[in-house]
């Protein structure tokens, strides 16, 4: 399924070129317009969605993107609107911006819509190396230690980076000691080896694992080492090439950690894992993490399904059967790489658009 991700605003008053009869025509609409189509709302740099009828109704997540390399600023939309079109949460997106208000994932320092954080219920990051301003970085901290769940996608093991004199520098540890895992390597070749999930033969009742039978992804394997106290939910089968047809990848490779070699699938290593982290307060944050995660990744029904199955967990809500992640709309996500996401849009502009 497709999306228009990236509406071009246009002049109303001006006169509208007439569509070529012999190729595909698209729409592009003002950022008003976008919001009334997608039934997403602005509000204070966040952008949110209202909740239709479901389970969730009553509950906020909030979606915090900020990562250069796996177009978070796309993905986190798809998701926040399937939480509030197909389950009845209300959801909010916050992006990092640049001075002009655009959406720029390569200025780390920014949040905007962070006061979302504030009614926050459950938190989704796709997050890297962020050093997030003072404001910002309050409110996920009190978030944080009233004990709300987090959802941790891909580069969330390494999602902040503040230097030693900031008051924020504990927060470097937050993928390895909450996220379960801190940045350790490439564990398939980058761009490729594709990722097929396999699911944990011992933990196959585990309530995230419902409905989830197909994950594919075209990043690559994280190498990862979950604690102990983590349930590993999915391992990470290294392909040899990037479609979901292709076969194992079969050749050894040194461990990052103590230079052992070993098969690259024998073990596989983990790609989605649970766990409780108790904070010294006491306090107990329920943690769903995925090494997955790309805008591209999420072409997966599965991959969407287990995330929002997640987020039931997480909330200690009835984990549907088999949930609804149907895309409203058409999502073409662009590919990941550095450099790579779409300039000159406002927060609104990543809202999904219906279907034309």
């Not at 979950?226 to 089968?237: M, S, V």
């Not at 409780?276 to 306090?283: P, T």
Request: with cysteine.
């Amino acid at each position: 399924m497709k999306w228009n991700a990236v509406p071009r605003r246009f002049d109303c008053a001006a006169k509208l070129p007439l569509p070529d009869p012999m190729k595909p025509y698209s729409l592009f609409l003002t950022s008003a317009a976008v919001l009334m189509i997608s039934g997403a709302r602005a509000q204070d740099g966040a952008v949110t969605f209202a909740p239709k009828e479901g389970p969730g109704q009553g509950k906020h997540v909030v979606f915090l993107s900020g990562d250069e390399e796996y177009r978070g600023e796309e993905c986190l939309p798809v998701l926040a609107k399937i939480l509030s079109d197909k389950h009845g949460f209300r959801t909010s997106v916050c992006f990092a911006t640049g001075k002009d208000g655009t959406v720029d994932p390569n200025v780390n320092t920014t949040l905007s819509g962070s006061a979302a954080l504030e009614s926050a219920d459950a938190i989704v990051i796709l997050l890297r190396w962020r050093q997030w301003e003072d404001a910002a970085m309050a409110r996920f901290d009190k978030a944080f230690k009233a004990g709300k769940p987090v959802i941790a996608l891909r580069t969330s093991t390494h999602a902040f980076k503040f230097p030693d004199s900031s008051p924020w520098k504990s927060y470097n540890k937050f993928g390895k000691n909450v996220v379960g895992e801190d940045w350790v390597s490439h564990w398939g070749n980058h761009k490729v080896e594709a990722t097929r999930g396999l699911i944990e033969p011992a933990n196959t009742a585990h309530p995230v694992l419902r409905g989830v039978t197909d994950v594919f992804g075209d990043t690559d394997v994280y190498e990862a080492y979950p604690p102990a106290d983590a349930t590993i939910l999915l391992r990470g089968q290294v392909l040899k090439g990037m479609a979901p047809s292709d076969p194992p990848a079969v050749y050894s490779k040194k461990r990052a950690t103590d230079q052992v070699e070993q098969d690259v699938n024998t073990p596989m290593m983990p790609v989605a894992w649970v766990r409780e982290f108790k904070q010294e307060s006491g306090v107990t944050n329920k943690v769903f993490t995925t090494t997955m995660g790309s805008a591209t990744d999420f072409v997966s029904e599965d991959l969407r399904r287990l995330v929002v199955n997640g987020v039931y967990w997480s909330l200690g809500m009835e984990v549907p059967a088999r949930a609804d992640v149907a895309i409203s709309g058409t999502f073409t996500p662009s590919k990941y790489g550095f450099d790579g996401a779409k300039k000159g849009l406002k927060p609104v502009d990543f809202a999904p658009q219906a279907a034309k």
